[in-house]
């Protein structure tokens, strides 16, 4: 089976833009979590979909959202980007709850400037 | 929310040594799992383990979910198994995904 993959693997933005990034979990996979790495934070949880359905959310601002499609893909989408949102976004899939193992992609670094 | 302390924070081994990795948690979970990020970033799932013990190769992993801690061994390490360790939980109710720990950094030398 393939991976997780995300799209694009390298992002840079400005102050004020909006971006999105997607995720497609592992084939058969329903639950699709996102998580934020920053060097001063460490990893954090950002929120989680199943079916179509934000079942989780941490301590995020609303600029941060998200969607899952009927074929579970996931889309993650920061507007008004500030400089602090400069990190790591990885994207997790799970069969079906989200205290099954977590399988992660490849990541995507995004620079705000 | 849970605590996820890991220890130590760095490591720097020769080839061949072996190696104990530690992560204590406040509060009980339902889900416990070892990940070691390579230095591309990606997050490699090493163990699924809310208790007992299991290996893999040179790796095993012990959770004494009583005790609140977890510890991952690594035997003869190699270059390749440098990178940082991350011990990451499900409390209870798994509202708030899982909670990672700061993670050990791990450095094997030739």
């Known amino acids: 089976k393939a991976g997780v993959t995300q799209t694009p693997r390298y992002l840079i933005k400005t102050r004020g833009q909006q971006v999105t990034l997607s995720c497609s979990p592992i084939?058969?996979?329903?639950?699709v979590s996102w998580y934020q790495q920053t060097p001063g934070q460490g990893l954090q949880f950002l929120f989680e979909?199943?079916?179509?359905?934000?079942?989780n959310k941490g301590n995020f601002p609303g600029r941060f959202s998200g969607r899952q499609f009927s074929n579970s893909r996931s889309e993650m989408n920061v507007s008004t980007l500030e400089l602090g949102d400069s990190a790591l976004y990885l994207c997790?899939?799970?069969?079906?709850?989200?205290?099954?193992?977590?399988?992660f992609g490849p990541g995507t670094r995004l620079t705000v400037l | 929310g849970i605590q996820v302390e890991q220890s130590p924070p760095d490591l720097i081994l020769q080839e061949g040594a072996n190696s104990t990795l530690r992560c204590n948690f406040s509060?009980?979970?339902?889900?416990l799992q070892w990940f070691h990020q390579n230095p591309w970033g990606q997050l490699i799932n090493l163990f699924y383990?809310?208790?007992g013990t299991k290996q893999n190769g040179r790796l095993s992993a012990t959770t004494v979910a009583t005790e609140r801690y977890s510890l991952l061994y690594i035997s003869s390490s190699q270059t390749t198994d440098s990178g940082v360790y991350f011990c990451?939980?499900?409390?209870?109710?798994?509202?708030?995904?899982?909670?990672f720990g700061k993670g050990t950094h791990l450095i094997i030398q030739p």
């Open positions: 997790a899939s799970s069969l079906l709850l989200s205290t099954d193992t977590q399988y």
């Open positions: 979909y199943f079916s179509e359905t934000q079942r």
């Open positions: 084939s058969g996979h329903r639950s």
């Open positions: 509060d009980s979970v339902n889900n």
């Open positions: 990451a939980v499900f409390s209870g109710g798994g509202a708030d995904g899982l909670t």
């Open positions: 383990i809310p208790s």
